[in-house]
């Protein structure tokens, strides 16, 4: 059984782009624990794309002031070794560099676990995820994830999305943002959002 958490709110908060000093090549993202759990146990690992013709997966590597680095995933590479807690990073202020198709995975008590496999055609990619099988070493985490991408001509892309699953109440927010949205994503608590779902369940299923 998954823990019953009374609050697992988890806000993912965009800092301004422009900021004096901001190197261009990264962009600024704070996370922010509004959980019931210490920022020690909330964890994160994030993996993407290589930009431009490369394109091979890389696990995205972060200093002690939060400076991301995307490395190319190897035969001998640890994957555990990306994973981080929120505690680890002073100010929770993360620099994204340069990349394509992001997966951050945020988890509560225990860090997501990712491996990589070769395919057919000998190429070493990151497998993600799969909270519907039982035999994934994650099934029984309590994980979601953010899907983004950084580009140098076309800025920064960032989407909570819900589409695959649904596990973790994660918003996104900018509130300096020149457009009319300044939030997207779930600003509810985990159990209330299980108990709207499992109402309207009822509400609406005409099968019972």
């Known amino acids: 059984m998954f823990p019953r958490l009374q609050t697992a709110l988890l806000l993912l908060s965009l800092s301004p ?4 000093g901001q190197n261009p090549d990264y962009t600024p993202v704070q996370l922010v624990n509004n959980s019931s759990k210490a920022d020690e146990q909330v964890f994160f690992i994030a993996k993407a794309v290589l930009p431009g013709d490369d394109g091979r997966d890389c696990f995205i590597a972060f200093n002690a002031q939060g400076i991301g680095d995307c490395i190319p995933v190897t035969d001998h590479i640890l994957p555990s ?6 505690a680890q990073f002073k100010d929770k202020v993360l620099q994204i560099p340069y990349l394509n198709s992001g997966r951050l995975y945020i988890s509560l008590g225990y860090p997501v676990v990712l491996y990589t496999t070769t395919d057919a055609d000998g190429i070493i990619k990151i497998v993600s995820p799969d909270g519907f099988k039982s035999s994934d070493p994650n099934f029984y985490t309590l994980h979601d994830k953010i899907e983004f991408s950084y580009a140098e001509l076309n800025g920064f892309f960032i989407n909570p999305t819900a589409v695959d699953f649904f596990s973790l109440p994660l918003q996104i927010s900018n509130p300096k943002a020149t457009g009319e949205l300044k939030a997207s994503g779930f600003s509810d608590t985990h159990d209330n959002i299980f108990a709207h779902i499992r109402t309207t369940r009822t509400e609406l299923d005409k099968t019972q």
């Open 17 to 20: 782009s422009l900021v004096l």
């Open 81 to 86: 070794q990306y994973a981080y807690n929120f």
